[in-house]
């Protein structure tokens, strides 16, 4: 049971009435919180063969947490150094604050450029840490209008620097990487997102996994890219099984996943 798991856990204790969405009424995984015929736990990445630098943090919007579509669960699932908290914007949380005061960690605020400051440094392609540290990816997980909150209202990140890309166009190193035998795509990382479990609020708009995916690539770790961005597709492919709408997701993406794994790791 990673932090994910245990943070929702923790925001299901707090609640007083039950978690109502859309497929409520769903038999669910209690981990990776598919419906129980298409759960994946099974299959999921063992994190002890994954050689990472990488740290995440995953600073979750109130019921954002509790929501089975929710994708941050799977950098969690892949990256052992993964931390999640509820945000607030009253309260300070010491176990957050430890956690970014940490010495080994170089904190980086995942976000777009345009909404940096003028003064504040941003990484656009390669992620450059001080000799000594491990990058500490801070990822604001919610809606995007519930991201642009806790960034405007979240100080003791102001001054840590930014890693952005231009969601417009992305990047290619990911996309062009993996290959198949037959020369397809195994990893469709690209311009376009394939988060097509919830109705995103912008064009072009990335689900955390998938922007946790096209950091790791830019912090120079390409096989976990690759790796996150396939168990990400596997995710969205068996989620999509379990609810009353035409499936979207990729119909090879646990074939893809599987054999990327038994290759690489």
């Keep these: 049971m990673h932090a994910v798991h245990q943070l929702h856990l ?9 978690y109502k969405s859309r497929g409520q009424r769903v038999i669910r995984c209690q981990l990776c919180q598919l419906a129980k015929p298409f759960c994946i736990c099974e299959i999921s990445p063992i994190k002890e063969k994954v050689e990472t630098t990488a740290g995440f943090l995953l600073l979750m919007y109130d019921t954002e947490v509790l929501k089975p579509s929710n994708t941050g669960k799977l950098i ?20 957050l604050l430890a956690v970014i005061n940490d010495e080994q960690w170089f904190p980086l605020v995942v976000f777009p450029q345009e909404y ?19 990058p500490l990816f801070i990822m604001l997980d919610g809606s995007w209008r519930e991201a642009k909150k806790m960034f405007r209202k979240s100080p003791y990140l102001d001054r840590f620097p930014m890693v952005s ?17 037959n020369n397809s795509q195994l990893s469709p990382v690209g311009q376009d997102s394939r988060y097509t479990v919830r109705k995103t609020e912008l064009e072009h708009q990335f689900s955390t996994a998938e ?13 976990n890219a690759h790796l996150l961005d396939l168990w990400f597709d596997v995710f969205n492919f068996q989620y999509q099984k379990g609810v009353c709408q035409r499936n979207k997701g990729n119909v090879n993406s646990i074939e893809n996943y599987l054999s990327f794994l038994e290759k690489t790791y």
């Design 10 to 18: 923790y925001r299901k204790s707090l609640s007083t009435t039950t």
């Design 76 to 95: 969690a699932d892949l990256i052992p150094d993964t931390f999640a908290f509820l945000w607030s914007r009253t309260q300070d949380n010491p176990d």
């Design 116 to 134: 940096a400051g003028d003064e504040r440094k941003v990484f656009t392609n390669t992620v450059i840490c001080p000799e000594g540290k491990r």
């Design 165 to 181: 890309f231009d969601v417009k166009t992305a990047i290619q190193a990911v996309s062009g990487h993996c290959q198949s035998e």
């Design 211 to 223: 922007v946790a995916a096209r950091v790791l690539d830019m912090h120079g770790e390409t096989n």
